[in-house]
């Protein structure tokens, strides 16, 4: 970022000068110090590095390197890749996937813009801070412990919202998880534990807009619809558009949710349902590692190249 | 600000289409407060009925202490208290991964932010490219990786992976290029401070809300993580969470051939399930103002 850049050459000017009087030898001080100073750096960082070495880069190498090879370690070329692409649960699970995703993105963006716009009009401090609070405790939840939780929610036998399932028609615990409900079953189930995060950070972004600008708007006659297309909704797109990428990439991995329905359901959610429950069969019901790592290789490349993408056009991260 | 200053000197009556926007807004607000609220209120009121009284009362009918004795009862004799174990590993592993975190991803801010080193743009760019993968999608590999080192089912399996905490990196950096002035640094530099020191006795005094931020982003995230400890520290190892799902194979209400004396019901499930959230929904609750604040600082930019 620029501020940092002009901040800094003044400083280490000034910091330079200040050594330039204490220094012992005359040549070459300042180069050791500066070097002094970046041997430190690395010593700071080095324990993160070696941690993302071991469990980020090495990782995916590794994975990338096995799903090339067959059973016996012999170069198998794009062998895997096309077994697992090949294979009758592969396209079933990128549809589901596919259709939890879209189910999930629509309500998650219309709806966390919609309560953070509305929370942030409240007037009263104490109720929109209680509120968004609210909001956020279901993400203490999240894991196995929430889809336990809506397990019981899902049953029209012990549910709290009985009555609404039982308005959908549905009677016992297997027609709310029947196939055709479940993207919108774990769309609302990921919704209700992630959301008031995002609430929140939305308010924030909310609040960064200055009050003048809002003020100028209300002048102009705008009433709070218009100034939410016009003003608000512009300045968040950028919050929006991280919010998607990054829901994205997450909802591609689905796993504790159809793992824990099938368990729950006697099967009649399938054990393959998503891509990643596919690479755990492979992995642990098939023994093919090579195959389990072509899976996660192929659910690794679309979640890199989706926050590579991010990171290099969303602009959220300028600052250096 | 705004919105208050308004509220108390209204610039014109109400007319009926504010009257209709207020009752929207209170309306959706409303809706949503029951929908993130209704299903915890339900489970703490589930765990004090007896499965015969959960089934047949009304939902938010109260249940009664022996009720909940018993459920307790039920839960810790499970597999002779299998539960306080998984309690325990969900604790360990995810406390042990907290320090670990906070010795490397503090130092690591700090010297990405403030530090002039060869390599720091791109470490700070694979930061940001791995902050933003989900943690899912690299525990196949992980555990690929582990397994081919022998370390499957160990304490490390879990911790180490946990450790790995790149957003927290992304937050300390984020605080240290925002809120502390390097001229600052560089006085106490002058005083004659060395780099570690300057570190120990400035940097760290003043980072300590994010360095409180980052151990609760860490800390709740490992103790909710569920797919790696279920494939790295499975059986007796495993954490909380990964229990629960073995808790469920063994009520009959979802898995009609696990009859027989180990069989846990409906309210039992219910207690261990809140038994599961619990620290962290006291965390929650007890740091609430400091989280929504610290958020809303972590989400806005300038």
Same mark, same amino acid.
């Given at each position: ?31 050791? @110090? ?16 070696? %941690? ?30 096309? &077994? ?6 592969? $396209?079933?699970? @990128? ?18 813009? %919609? ?76 919704? $209700? ?6 609430? @929140? ?37 950028? $919050? ?20 824990v329905?099938?368990q729950a359901?006697?099967?009649? @959610? ?16 098939? &023994? ?33 | ?13 109400? #007319? ?109 760019? *694979? ?42 990196? +992304?937050?300390?950096?984020? +605080? ?22 300057? /570190? ?7 980072? /300590?809300?994010?360095? =409180? ?13 569920? /797919? ?9 190892? =495993? ?5 629960l799902t073995e808790l469920l194979s063994n009520v009959?209400?979802f898995n009609?051939t696990a009859?027989?004396?180990t069989?846990i ?12 959230? *619990? ?18 600082? #972590?989400?806005?930019?300038?």
């Amino acid at each position: 970022m620029t501020v940092s850049a002009v901040q800094r050459s003044p400083s280490d000017a000034a910091a330079g000068s200040s050594r330039g009087i204490r220094r012992r030898r005359p040549a070459g001080g300042r180069k050791s @110090v500066a070097g002094q100073r970046s041997r430190v750096s690395y010593f700071f960082v080095s324990g993160y590095v070696l %941690l993302a070495v071991a469990f980020g880069v090495f990782p995916t190498l590794y994975a990338v390197f096995i799903a090339f090879l067959d059973g016996d370690g012999r170069f198998s070329g794009l062998g895997n890749f096309a &077994q697992v692409v090949g294979d009758f649960r592969f $396209w079933p699970a @990128v549809q589901h996937v596919g259709a939890f995703l879209l189910a999930w993105l629509v309500g998650l963006l219309a709806l966390v813009t %919609l309560l953070a716009l509305l929370v942030h009009s409240l007037g009263r401090r104490w109720l929109s801070s209680s509120i968004r609070f609210v909001y956020y405790i279901p993400g203490a939840l999240a894991g196995a412990s929430s889809v336990v939780l809506w397990l019981f929610v899902l049953n029209p036998t012990v549910s709290p919202v009985s009555a609404v399932l039982h308005a959908f028609g549905f009677e016992t615990f297997v027609q709310t998880v029947s196939p055709g409900n479940l993207p919108v079953v774990f769309a609302v189930i990921a919704f $209700w534990t992630g959301a008031g995060g995002w609430i @929140v950070v939305m308010y924030g972004a909310l609040n960064s807009i200055p009050d003048e600008v809002l003020e100028a708007a209300r002048m102009d006659g705008a009433g709070a619809v218009r100034t939410a297309l016009h003003i608000q909704l512009p300045m968040l797109r950028k $919050w929006i558009s991280y919010m998607a990428v990054m829901s994205l990439a997450s909802g591609a991995q689905l796993f504790v949710e159809p793992r824990v329905l099938s368990q729950a359901s006697h099967a009649v @959610v399938p054990a393959d349902w998503s891509l990643n429950q596919l690479a755990y069969l492979y992995a642990f019901k098939q &023994q093919d590692l090579n195959g389990s790592a072509a899976i996660a290789v192929i659910l690794l490349v679309v979640s890199l190249a989706l926050s590579t993408f991010f990171v290099i056009r969303g602009g959220l991260f300028e600052r250096d | 600000m705004s919105a208050t200053s308004t509220s108390t000197r209204p610039r014109h009556e109400l #007319g009926p289409r504010d009257w209709l926007g207020r009752a929207f807004t209170v309306v959706v607000l409303g809706f949503f407060v029951l929908f993130f609220v209704v299903p915890i209120l339900w489970l703490l009121i589930a765990s004090g009925k007896s499965p015969h009284d959960l089934i047949t009362t009304g939902p938010f009918a109260p249940g009664t202490l022996d009720d909940l004795t018993a459920n307790w009862t039920a839960l810790v004799q499970f597999q002779g208290g299998i539960v306080f174990r998984w309690l325990g590993n969900s604790a360990y592993y995810s406390l042990a991964a907290l320090v670990i975190t906070l010795l490397t991803t503090i130092p690591a801010g700090y010297a990405l932010a403030l530090g002039d080193f060869r390599g720091r743009k791109a470490l700070l760019t *694979t930061t940001l490219v791995v902050m933003l993968i989900p943690n899912t999608a690299l525990v196949l590999p992980i555990f690929l990786e582990l397994s081919a080192v022998n370390l499957i089912g160990t304490p490390l399996a879990a911790i180490l992976p946990f450790s790995f905490y790149p957003f927290g990196v +992304y937050l300390t950096y984020i +605080y240290f290029s925002t809120s502390v002035p390097r001229d600052l640094l560089d006085a106490a530099r002058m005083d004659g401070c060395g780099e570690v020191a300057v /570190f120990r006795r400035i940097a760290i005094p003043l980072a /300590f809300p994010v360095i =409180a931020l980052v151990g609760f982003f860490s800390f709740v995230a490992n103790w909710n993580n569920f /797919f790696l400890p279920f494939l790295t520290v499975p059986g007796r190892a =495993a954490p909380v969470q990964v229990g629960l799902t073995e808790l469920l194979s063994n009520v009959p209400a979802f898995n009609p051939t696990a009859a027989g004396v180990t069989a846990i019901q409906l309210p039992t499930l219910a207690v261990a399930t809140l038994l599961s959230v *619990t620290p962290v929904l006291l965390i929650f609750l007890f740091s609430q103002r400091f989280l929504v604040a610290g958020l809303t600082a #972590g989400g806005t930019k300038e």
